[in-house]
């Protein structure tokens, strides 16, 4: 009779570690992209193809790692592919409006600023207490953008072979 409640005793314990990993890798499958946009790429590379953007907020679903880079699977689309893992946190971002009204009154650029705390009046108050610094370069280097033809060229030209790859 003790070796039947010991083994039942261990088949309990043992289900319910199984259970708790279940529903923990099921919680950590998915993430939301903290950052204002994000390249999804056919491989773990900076230099890799583009396929999709995610947008701040959207939520993906984890496939795997490697390195600095995370493997992740678009439910909406069906596409997989590789994001940087710094764009990804595994906080749930929910936008309260829905999605017309978020268009309507607030940019991208307020959407991802305001995830981080930081919105037009705080940006004004670090103004008026800096006032002797000049973000017109700084607003000017944000507009900037490189195409990926331009960057897969430069890097031919140079014989430059990045790490990862060029896909």
Known sequence: ????????VVL????LVLGAQTALSADA???SVQVKQSPVRTAPSFMARIIATLQYGDRV???SARGTWTQVFMATDGLKGWVHSSALTRK???????AADVNK???????ALAGKGFNKQVEGEFRNKNRDLDFARIDKMEKVTVAQDDIRAFL???????QGGVQ
């Not at 009154?105 to 959407?111: P, Q």
């Not at 031919?156 to 990045?162: F, L, W």
């Open 1 to 8: 009779m003790a070796k039947r409640s010991l083994l039942l």
């Open 12 to 15: 309990c314990v043992a289900g």
């Open 29 to 31: 499958g998915s993430m």
């Open 61 to 63: 679903n984890v496939v």
């Open 92 to 98: 749930k971002i929910v936008l309260k409006a829905g």
């Open 105 to 111: 009154t607030a940019t991208s650029d307020e959407l």
């Open 156 to 162: 031919k030209e140079g014989a430059v072979s990045p």
